[in-house]
Each structure stands twice: as C-alpha cells, then as structure tokens.
C-alpha cells in the first residue's frame, strides 16, 4: 500500500524531470549526466517529446524544466497561465542552421538569403527545379532538395529566416526528423542542397560542403559568411542561428532547492557543455545576463511580441527585460 | 507420363523456390546483423553493459535501458498473456460464434493494425494521466501490453482452432467440465501455437519506441527502475537517441546496443521456443 | 470439489475469461475516445470533403492544405509492396519448413526467422536507407535516395516471420491423415501441400495474412526514415512519399503546439487510418469465412 | 470350419430379461442438424442393466441418437433437438441440467477413436483425475491397471504406459477408449462401434466385459455386426433413415421381427 | 436364421486360382519405429490379380505392412525399413524411385478414414485433377458418380454433393475414402480394414466391388473379419506380433493351416 499511493502521484518527488526538444535534448543529457557526478545530487531524467509536447507536459505541471528550441507559443503561453504554472525563460545556447551541398558540387560556394527565398518559397514549387535558376551560370541540372521535417523547430526557424513567414514553405523536398538522414541524403545526390543543425555539419565535414549565407546586410558583415562557431556567437551568421531554451518551473524554483541547484549547475556548465555536443555557446556577457534573470527569477517570455523581437539580439532582448 | 514428370517437376519448382526465398530472408536478415554486428562489436564489453548512459560516446552504457526494457516486458507479458489467452479463449469456445464474437474479433484485427503511436496517446491519456500512474514502468508495459494484445488473440484463437474436436469430445465423455476440457485438452494442444503469438508479439514489444517515448520514457536517466512506478527508458530508446546524434561515436553505440537488444530477446524467446519443440514433437 | 461449487467455478471462470474479451473493446473505446475529441475539432475547421479528396498535403505550411490523399497513396504503395514480399515469400517459408523441411532445419530455422521481428523498427529503418537503397539503385539509377520501393521491401521482410510463423503452424496443425490421404492419390508434396494442407489451414493463414497487413498499414519509423517524408501522390515506388503513420510520428514527436491545427491533423489522420484498417479487416473476415475448412 | 461362424447360442441369454426400471426413456424426439433433419420421432425407452443393440443401415442415425443421450451434439453448431428425453426420470434437456453431471454418469466410446494426445497413462489417468476418483497414486495406478485390463490391452500396453497413445494401432487405440470410459465407471455406457476395428479375440474379450459389466451399468451398443448384436444384447432397436422401426427383445427382432424392414435388414435380404 | 450367418460358400472361388505374375515381392524386410521394431523378416510374395487378405491379432503390424507398400511411413518421423520390396520387380525403396508415381499406381484406403475438409464432390475431383485424368467438367462428374456408385454410397449422397465431407456418418466417410481410392484407378489396392463401420449391405456391396476389381487390380485388404476374409480373398497371411505366420491359400488357411498358431487364432481358439 502506502508506498504505491505515494508513487503513484507521478514521478518521484525528488526528480528532476526534464522533457521537450529533441535539439536542446544533448545539451541537457550531458548537464543531467554532469550533474549527476556531483555530491548529494538529486536524480535527473531528460526525455525529448519535442518541444510542443514538452511545454505540454510542463503546463501540466509533469515536468519542471523544459526543453524549447523556439520561444514558448500564444497558446502554450495561455496553457501555462490556466495551470498557473509560472516559468523562468533561460537561453542556454545557441544552435546554427548550415546550407550544405554534396562535396562534388564545384559552382556553389555561397547563396544569399534572397536566393534562399527565392529557392524555399511556396511559390518555387514545381517551378524552380534547376540550379540554373537560382544563378545565372549554374548547371541545368535539376536541384534536389532536403530539408527538415516539417513539425521541427528547424523548420519553422529556416523558413522565418529565409522566405520570412515561419512554416511558408515549398513541399516538394525530402524531409526528416533525424538529421542524420539529411546528411546522408545530401552525401549521396551531387546535385542536392539541404539545411541542417550546424553541429551534423561538423561531424560530417568530409562528406558534405557548406555554403556562406549572404543576407546582403551589411551591419553583420559584408558577403557572404561562412558559417563557424564563432560568427554564430558574435552575430553576423544571420539570420540562420537562434538561441535555445530551457524554461524552469518558478514554483519548483522556489520550493525545491535542488531545482535551484541544478539550473546553477545548468547555467554554470552550459558554455561549455555546448561546445562539447556541437553547439554554440553564448558569449560571457549573455550568459551573465541569463544568470542575472535566474537570480531574479523573472518569469514570462522575452518573445511575447513576436515581430517586434525577432530582429533583436539576444543581448537586447535579456536586457529590455530587466 | 508427361503429365506425371510435369508434376515432379511442379514439386521441384515449389519446393526451390521456397528454399530460395527462405534463403533470400534469411541473407537479408544475415546482412542485416552482419551490418549491426560489424558497426558495434568493439563496444560490447561489460562496462558498457554495466554503465549509464552519457553524453560521451565512450563512457556511455545501456544499463538502465537494459534493466527498464526486462522490467517493461514482464509488465507487459504479465498483462498482454493472461488477457490475451482469456480473450481468446472465450471467443473460441465460448462465445458460440455468434454476431458479438464477430465484432469483437474483427475489433481485435482492427486492433492489430493501429499504428503503434496511437497506442502511446491512449497510454498517455489513460495510464499517465487518468490512472495517473506517471511515466512509469507500469504505465509503459501496460502501453505495450495492449499493442501486443491483438497479436496475442488472433494467434492463440488460430491455434485452439487447431485442436480437433474429437479431442473436446473424448473430455466431455469423461465427465469434464468445459474448462477442465480447456484447461486439460485444448490449451495443451494449442500451446505450440500460443507460444509462437507469444514470441511474436514479445518481439514487437520489445523494439517498439514511438509510443514509449509519447508516454516520456525517459532517454537519460541514471538510475535503474526501482519497481514499477519507477521512471524508465528502454533499450530502443537508447538506441533511437544514439543514432540520432551527429557524433559517428554514438552509431557504434547504437549498433552494439542493437546486439544486446538482441541477445535480450532470444534469450526470453529461446524458453518459448524450447517449450513450443516439446509440445509439439509430443502431439505428432 | 462439491459438483455446487465446480459449477460455480465454472461460472466464475466463464465471466472472467468475457471480461477478458470484452476488454479488447474497452481499449476500441479507449482509442476512439483519445482520436474523436480532436478529430471533431479538425473538421470543424476543415471540411471533410477537402480532406478527403485534397490531393495537396501541406498542413504545417504556412498555407496549409489538408487533402489527405497523397498520405493514404504513399501508405497504400508501401503497404502493397510489403505484402507483396510478405505474403508470398511467407507462405512458401511457411510450406516449406512445415511440409519440406527436415525437423532439425525446422526446428533452427523456425526460431531465426523470429530474430527478425524483433529488431527494431528504426534499425530497419536504416537498414533500408543505408543498405538496401544503395543496392537497388545499382540496378535502378532511377531510384532515388528516399523511395517507397526499399522500405516496403525491408518492411516486407520484418512482417515476413509474422506471416511465416503462424502460418507455419496452422499448417502444422493439419493432421497427417488428411497429408497421407491425398500422398495416397498419388499427390506430390506440392499437390498436397497447395490443395489439401494449406486449405485446411486457412484459416491461421489469413490471420497470418491480416495480422501482417494490420502491421504493414500501422508500421511508422522505417517509412519515416528511409521514405522520404514528402507527401506526394504517386504511384511509382522510385520516388519518395510519406505515410499516415510517418506522418502521425512526425508531428506527435515533433514541435508542434498543442491545440493547434496541425497538432489536429494527427488525430485526423489517425481516424482515417482505423477506419481504413476496419473496412479492410470487414473484408478479409469475409473472404476468411467462405474459404474456411474445417477439420474435425 | 464351424468355429468360424459363432453359434448364435448366446441368443437364448439375451431374450428373456428380469424387468428392471427404465433408465433412459425417449418421447418424439426430432433431431436437426441445421435445416437437415437426422431423426424423427423416436420414442423408446432403454431399461437399467440391459445391454441394448442399436442396429441399422451407415447414415440412418445410430451414431446421432446415441449422442443425444449424453448431449454430446450440443457441441456441434446448429443442431435443433425437440422432444424429452429423461434419464431417471430427469429431462435431461431441461435449462437446469448439469450437462458435465449427465456426461460423468453416461459415458462413451466414439466411432473414431479419440485418443488424447498424451501418453497411455495420462490418457486413463485424465478422467480419474478431473473426477477426483483416485485416492492415491497407487490406488490411480490400480485403477488404470484394472481398466486396461478390462479393455484387453494391458498386456501389449504394460511396458508402455508412458509412451504417446497417437502410436498404437488403430485397435489399440479402440481399446484405450474403451478403457478410458470404463475407468470412471458411469452408470451408463454407450458405445459405438467398439469392436469395428479389433480382432476376434480382442472383440470376445470386449464383449465378455460387456456381458460383465450389465450387472451394474445399462449399456447401449451400435454396431453393424448382426451376430454381435445378437451376441451381446437384450434387446436391441432397428433404425432406418432416421426413424425407429421397431425395437424389442434381441431374440424377436432377429428370429420374429414385427416389420418386413426388419427383417430384410438382419437377413441380410436388403436394398 | 442362418443368413445371419453368411456361409461361407465363397471360400471355393478362393481356393486354386491360375497362377499370375508375382506383383509385389518383398524379401527379408524388417520394419522400425525408432528403435522399435514392428515388423520382422517379412518375406512373401503376392501376385498380380489376387486379393490377399491379411489376418492377425490387433497390433500385430498390419498397417505397417500395409504402409510399407507404397512407402506411406516414409512420413512418419524416425522410421527405418531394411530389406527389399519390389512393384513390377522394381526396388520401391530404391533412392531413385518416383515415390509419387508409386503412390499413384498404389493406391490405399486408410483404417481410420480420412476425408478431406471439403465438399463430398471435391474429395472425389481432388486425386482426379491432381493425376490429370478428367478431360472435361462432363467427364469428371461421371467418373465421381462412377467411383461413388461403386463405393455404394451414390445413392445417399448425390443430392448433397457440396456438402462437407466431415458431416457424413462414419461409415459414409469410410466409403467415401473408398471411393476417392478408386476414382484414379491405381493398379494396387491397399484396403486397411474398408468395411469396419459398414452395415452388412454395404459391407457385401464392397465385397463384391473387391470380387469385381480383382480382374484388374492386385488387392491387398487387412481385416479383423474372419468370414470376410474367407469370403473376398484368394490367399491370406497371417501375422502375429510383427511375423509373418504363414501365408498361402484362403481355403488352405482356413481350414488347413501348417501352424499352430494360425490354426488356433482362424478357429478362435486363442489368447
Ligand atoms: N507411429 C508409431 N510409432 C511407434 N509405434 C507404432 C506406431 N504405429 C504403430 N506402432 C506400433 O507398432 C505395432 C504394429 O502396429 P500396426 O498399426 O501395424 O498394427 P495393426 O496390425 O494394424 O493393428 P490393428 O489391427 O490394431 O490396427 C503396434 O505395437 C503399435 O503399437
Ligand atoms: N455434423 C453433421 N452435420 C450434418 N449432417 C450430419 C452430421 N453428422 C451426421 N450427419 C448426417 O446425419 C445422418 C445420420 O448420421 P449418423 O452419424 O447418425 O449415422 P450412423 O447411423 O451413425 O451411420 P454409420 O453407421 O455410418 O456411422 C447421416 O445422413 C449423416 O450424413
Ligand atoms: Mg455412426
Ligand atoms: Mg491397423
């Protein structure tokens, strides 16, 4: 009896339960694992539903840290709150998006972003079909496209930043969940041209070739840029970086000390832990900031006006808010 | 006499043509584990048997998976076996055939061809939730118990549809009551059977991961399951986050992973099938 | 044991094996319930007409469209595919190792084949995408990297155990005299085993069969992986299409907000997929009941 | 040359015979399987300890109706029964019957022999078992033993009780049936056919047993051996095409019958 | 009251026949189950249109012998045969036999009937089409109704010929088994006990079916039934636990045998 009725109420009071993005998921593994080690740790579990399904559960109350690859939405803004479930929104690193294109490919070397929307968008479907419409002086050859599946975060992000509504998109392209796939699809096809985490590109450098992304702005620098760990971190890879979230229960914050403690530990470890999964970091001075708003505990969400922020910089945006 | 050779040779062609196509699976499953085998033997150790997993691809150990994964079977076994075979049973000799057994039993087939993540939103709703039995072993081999369910019926009916008659006949002259007959003659006879539904839905059960991971089995976790209302993830788990890594370390993984998961199931299928050999040499 | 309380047991015994039974419809309920509550919502914000017979499947688009056909096309393409390797090669493994095969091979073989049903899907997934795609487009230069061909070939070969195993023993269970009874007529193995033993066993056959079918219509991560997820109507297995179920796994797995149109599209889906799989088991429950011998 | 042919001397046994109580009575039963109808309007009644011989041409209903007696056709789908059938006086159709009750006290030999799919031992032991009629192993061991004895098997049997009963012969297997009913000792024993498929001897034996066995059961033999019937029974009862010609004392059936139908059938004179 | 009891009038026609050529030989053949033996130096031989009958006590090794001859026991797990028997003079356990062709030209009825779980008609159509000998829809139907009126059972069955073959009585089974064996008209007729659950008509219908076959079949019938033994056969064999007795002329057996034994169980003196 008594020990099942206790059990049953969920998971064990002194989990830590972490779920949500499966693009955050590595970074939390590794901070769990960590963290873990340390002495009189309470026991962590990481689970990667996606983010929609993570906030899911985190509004219920079923976790009290959630992963997010994207900036928490209207409705599950709406869920939280119906649930009273306050939050503490944490960017703990940020994630590139690299243009890659098969190593045989010798014409591509860099697309500006115009060049993207032009290829990505809606209207291209079933109407941009060779390389040489994109560029004048391209092969005729038919372009074959990957990209990521159609409910990620990758997704939604891509297509923000390149054809500039979240989710327009054209659909005749190869999809996936699993990036791994895309690398090999875009491995395998000379012709083909796909989007991906920067990290996959990283751990496949020999087999796939990167693109510079221009955004003809020249604020962030001028040409194209060639993606790298560093130009994610200082700003000028725009559009195609953003910043990944863990998002902290306040009423776990404030009654469990061990939840305290791990997302100390998170904030400590995450510049590095980063490195070590394949993402980047934030710089010093952000993560000081993000720090500063766990040590305030302020709750809600820097995105609640989407437009309005999506062209600001995470360093704005941490410090509008304080 | 052509008509006679014509039909040799028919015999011949059957016959070379299902050894051929039995061979053709059987390289393919062959290729299949070689493939496996090549890409993780040189991470089977006991280390990694013994250690919990880790974002490092070197230090990284399936020992919770492996231990969630016994723990959710037995759940699920000890759910899907008992209802499975009682179900069965009373729609075989019980039920009288008649248009409700019917509906039931095409609701059965239905069962069998819902796609495994509908199954983990059922769990989700029920088990986690309205049960709330948290994402627990419990709520995760209750979840696989009722997809192994429909396999489980539809084979033990075919199977009691095996016995003879006449077999039921001999009991019911002796004055045996309708379940001594069952229990006596018929689950016997059709044991063979049972166990083959047996071993097939166990094997389904046992690699599932869409629905484990709609319930949140976790896929990190640092400590084994404690009892059935304990957090757990399960081998598939392991390796489906393994092999989405970018990181060339952790496909090793995956692949050793595959092997144990292997291992794992013909070791709990080589019980069913010594039994299935003796029961039915016994009744040739 | 008094005869009162044997045919109490009796009783007992008769009432708990219903409930087993009836449980089966419990969990009908159950998934019913989990899909109307959101399928209800989908198509009061999107007709059923346009679902229906749409051929544009773009619903997490920013101009979503929700014509489903394109996913039910590339579910029905892989499905025949899979059968189509399952159902005959399963059979004839099935006649061999029960009407050819020494005991000993029946007795190794029977077991091995069973490995196969246990792997996981996504390793088959891989399997198919880095081993078997490769291999067919040496002989298909068509073929692309992701097509309906290599996984309902590979899935075809995961439910072949399936289909072998039960087979095998419903013809097993055939009793020797009616085998020795058509020998005597001068019957070749082939005769005896194709007019006589499989007959009498089709009943488990066409269990094997639809149990086979049910797995190929509800199998998710190998078309989700080595597919190609591009909903796309067509007939030709060299080209990538995506399922219901790869579709469903996507989203459920995905980054989709709750509540949301596209978090609906899943259970629509879904409900369409159980009642596809329930029209198709009405179907064979009613060729399975003409062509059924029974053996006394 | 003579030996051959047995004298029918036993008939002078089986005429005659104390009246004893009527066990099994039968009133305008009809019996259907599905819209077929395999017997019509047979009303007979079967006294205790009297061994009675049910006759008739293959396909007239012997196998059914004694089937009917021990409701052993409930098992087969859509069969119909009307009329009453008691035994003791009980209408053992009635809703209240213990179906399991009635099958304990009438036993039965099948026409094909059914032998389990287990070893000889078991196939015996099995009835003793779920009637909880064996005290003690030993006392299970002396019970198989008798019975196989009084089938006349135990012999060729003895050295292996643990040997599967699917590999004796075909009259072997006749015989564990008959064992295997007579171990439970009901109080009612129908047979059908017992001796189609045994030797002479073996068939002697069995009708020895039956001749035995009339002291303390009421027995109801099918067989298509008029000598046997003559041999072994009381009265017996001839059935054609589902109906019941006549029935009455062994020895007027065969030397007096009342019908021309009879007559033709056990003189052979037929069809 | 006599014609109870066939006389056995026939055993005459039995008695000397004109010497034909030797069909089936078999020489020094003994007969395993496993480790088991079932049969023992078997050595005799049986000439082309004669019918042997062959005698002895239940489990002597009848139907072993019987499934010998067309190698039926090849599909029992664990058998072994050592010795020699010929068809025609050829070695039928030779590795280059044609087992199939053998089973084709002999053909069997088996002690416990086995009907296919089809139709009446398809039980019947089965060995016609798998052996190729219909020409036509026409031809098919008047060869079933040919074999089935042989087998006497035409007549109760030809209004249910899609029927299901498992709803025939026991003996309407047996003579449907019958008649599936003469439908494709084999040159050897193995006959395990064709007349056990038969009623005395049909019985002496198939007896004269066997009277008839003789002129163009070999005929090999096991059975328990001294008199019909005595009545079909031109020559028996008496086996007695796994050995062959004696075999020779009906008459000669019946009424003069060289052994003890013969003598004692023919007379019934035994046991
Ligand atoms: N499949 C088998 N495995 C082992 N022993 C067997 C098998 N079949 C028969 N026997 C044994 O072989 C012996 C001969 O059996 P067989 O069936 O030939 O007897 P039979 O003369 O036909 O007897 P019956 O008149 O009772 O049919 C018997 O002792 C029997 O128990
Ligand atoms: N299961 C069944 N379904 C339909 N008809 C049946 C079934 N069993 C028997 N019959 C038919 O009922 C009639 C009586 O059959 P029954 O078995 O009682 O005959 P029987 O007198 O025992 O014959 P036999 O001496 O050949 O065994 C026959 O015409 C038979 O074909
Ligand atoms: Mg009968
Ligand atoms: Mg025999």
Redesign the pocket.
């Known amino acids: 009896g008594g020990g099942n009725e206790q059990a049953s109420s969920s998971t064990p009071a002194a989990v830590i339960a972490i779920d949500g993005s499966s693009t955050v998921y590595p970074i939390s593994e590794a901070i769990a694992e960590d963290f873990g080690k340390t002495d009189g740790a309470a026991p962590v579990t990481v689970a990667f539903t996606g983010t929609g399904g993570g906030f899911k559960k985190f509004c219920r109350g079923e976790t009290v840290v959630s992963d997010a690859s994207r900036p928490i939405s209207a409705s599950e803004l709406e869920a939280c709150g119906q649930a009273s479930i306050g939050f503490v929104e944490l960017p703990v690193a940020y994630d590139g998006l690299a243009v890659v294109v098969n190593p045989k490919n010798t014409w591509a070397t860099s697309m500006t972003v115009a060049e993207l929307k032009k290829l990505w968008a809606p209207e291209a479907q079933g109407k941009v079909m060779q390389w040489s419409q994109i560029r004048a002086g391209w092969p005729d050859k038919n372009i074959n496209l990957y990209g990521a599946g159609t409910d990620s975060g990758t997704f939604d992000y891509f297509t923000e930043a390149t054809v500039g509504t979240a989710k327009k998109s054209r659909g005749d392209y190869t999809s996936s969940e699993n990036d791994n796939v895309l690398v090999q699809g875009v491995s395998g096809d000379e012709y083909a041209l796909g989007y991906m985490g920067l990290a996959y590109y990283e751990e496949n450098r020999g087999r796939l070739t990167l693109l510079g992304i221009d955004d003809e702005n020249p604020a962030n620098g001028a040409g194209p840029i060639q993606p790298s760990f560093d130009v994610v971190r200082n700003g000028t890879y725009r559009p195609l970086s953003r910043p990944l979230f863990i998002y902290l229960s306040i009423n776990a914050l404030a009654a469990r000390p061990e939840v305290q403690k791990f997302a100390d530990f998170y904030l400590n470890n995450a510049a590095a832990i980063s490195k070590e999964v394949g993402y980047v970091s934030l710089t010093d001075a952000e993560l000081a900031l993000v720090k500063a708003r766990l040590a305030a505990r302020t709750t809600g969400t820097m995105f609640a006006d989407h437009a309005a922020q999506s062209q600001k910089s995470l360093t704005e945006l941490l410090q509008g808010r304080q | 006499m052509t008509s006679a050779s014509r039909r040799i040779a028919g015999d011949r062609l059957l016959q070379t043509m299902s050894i051929l196509v039995l061979t053709l699976s059987l390289v393919a499953l062959t290729a299949l584990l070689y493939d496996v085998w090549s890409d993780g033997w040189r991470r089977l150790d006991w280390q990694f048997l013994t250690s919990m997993p880790s974002g490092r691809a070197h230090l990284a150990g399936i020992y919770p998976a492996l231990l969630g994964s016994l723990y959710v079977l037995l759940v699920t076994a000890g759910l899907a076996l008992p209802l499975g075979i009682g179900a069965a049973v009373y729609l075989e000799e019980y039920g009288g055939g008649g248009r409700l057994a019917r509906l039931i039993e095409i609701n059965i087939a239905n069962l069998a061809g819902v796609p495994s993540i509908i199954y983990g939103l059922l769990g989700l709703g029920i088990f986690v939730r309205v049960f709330g039995w948290g994402p627990s072993v419990l709520s995760g081999g209750a979840t696989l118990g009722l997809l192994a369910l429909p396999v489980v019926i539809l084979s033990t009916r075919e199977a009691l549809r095996t016995v003879p008659m006449s077999a039921r006949e001999g009991s019911y002259a002796l004055g045996a009551t309708k379940w001594q007959t069952i229990w006596h003659q018929v689950l016997p006879g059709a044991l063979p059977g049972i166990l083959t539904g047996l071993i097939l839905a166990m094997s389904r059960a046992i690699g599932e991961t869409a629905p484990l991971i709609t319930i949140g089995a976790l896929a990190y976790i640092d400590f084994t399951p404690s009892g059935v209302m304990s957090p757990f993830t399960v081998l598939p788990i392991q390796i489906y986050n393994w092999i989405s890594k970018p990181q060339a370390a952790f496909a090793e993984n995956a692949a050793a992973g595959i092997i144990v998961l292997l291992v794992l199931l013909l070791s709990m299928n080589a019980v069913a099938i010594v039994l299935r050999d003796r029961f039915q040499k016994a009744r040739a | 044991m008094t005869r009162q309380t044997q045919r109490w047991v009796e009783w007992l015994i008769e009432r708990a094996l219903l409930l087993c039974a009836a449980g089966s419809v419990l969990i009908t309920a159950g998934i019913i319930g989990a899909l109307a509550f959101e399928t209800v919502s989908f198509f009061r914000e999107v007709p059923i007409t346009e679902f229906l017979f749409g051929t544009v499947w773009t619903p997490l688009f920013y101009d979503a469209q929700f014509g489903v056909l394109p996913l039910v096309g590339g579910t029905i393409l892989v499905s025949v595919i899979a059968m189509a390797v399952a159902m005959p090669a399963g059979l004839l493994s099935a006649i061999y190792l029960s009407e050819y095969a020494p005991p000993r091979v029946r007795r190794v073989v029977k077991p091995v084949m069973e490995i196969l049903a246990g792997v996981p899907t996504i390793v088959f997934g891989y399997f198919a995408l880095l081993f078997v795609t490769p291999l067919l487009q040496r002989v298909l230069p068509d073929l692309a990297l992701f097509n309906a061909l290599s996984p309902g070939l590979v899935m075809g070969i995961m439910i072949l155990p399936l289909v072998s195993s039960l087979s095998e023993d419903a013809l097993h269970a055939v009793p020797t005299g009616l085998r020795e009874g058509a020998y005597a007529l001068g019957a070749t193995r082939m005769q005896a085993a194709l007019r006589v033993v499989v007959p009498a066993a089709f009943s488990g056959i066409s269990a094997s069969f639809i149990l086979a079918m049910s797995r190929a219509i509800g199998e998710t991560m190998i078309v989700a992986i080595a597919a190609g997820q591009q909903p796309r109507l067509t007939a030709n297995p060299l080209q990538p299409v995506e399922t219901m179920t790869a579709y469903i796994v996507q989203v459920s797995m995905g980054d989709m907000p709750t509540g949301s149109i596209g978090y609906r599209t899943i259970f629509a889906v879904g409900t369409l997929l159980f009642l596809m799989t329930f029209v198709l088991n009405l179907i064979s429950d009613w060729l399975r009941r003409r062509f059924r011998e029974q053996y006394a | 040359m003579t030996t051959v042919l047995r004298p029918l001397s036993t008939l002078t046994t089986g005429a005659p015979h104390p009246a004893t109580p009527v066990k099994i009575d039968v009133q305008g039963m009809n019996f259907y ?2 819209a ?1 109808q ?1 017997l019509s309007d047979i009303t007979i009644s079967l006294n205790a300890n009297v061994v009675t011989a049910f006759i ?1 041409p ?8 004694l089937r009917t007696l021990n409701r052993m056709n409930d098992i ?1 789908p859509g069969t119909r029964l009307e009329g009453r059938i008691t035994i003791d006086g009980e209408d053992i159709y009635a809703p209240s019957t213990d179906v399991v009750g009635l099958r304990r006290r009438v036993g039965m030999v099948f ?1 094909k022999s059914n032998p389990f799919p287990k070893s000889i031992f078991e196939n015996i032991a099995y009835g003793l078992r779920i009637n909880g009629l064996a005290t003690s192993r030993s006392d299970m061991e002396g019970r198989i033993e008798e019975s196989l004895k009084a089938a006349a098997i135990w012999d060729e049997v003895k050295d292996r009780l643990t040997e599967s009963a699917q590999a004796l012969s075909g009259g072997q297997q006749q015989r564990l049936c008959i064992a295997r009913a007579l171990a439970i000792q009901p109080e009612i024993l129908l047979m059908d056919e017992p001796a189609s498929a045994l030797d002479p001897i073996a068939t002697q034996r069995i009708e020895e047993l039956i001749y035995e066995l009339k002291s303390t059961y009421t027995i109801v033999i ?1 067989t ?1 051996n008029m000598q046997q019937a003559a041999r072994v029974s009381d009265r017996t009862a001839f ?1 054609w095409l ?1 109906r019941l010609v006549e029935s009455g004392p062994t020895a007027t059936i065969f030397t007096n019958p009342a019908e021309k139908l009879t007559e033709d059938y056990v003189t052979g004179r037929f069809g």
Do not use: L, M, R
């Open positions: 399987y599905g077929k395999a008739g293959s396909g007239c209903g012997k196998s059914t109706f087969i026409q099918v298509h059935f589902g």
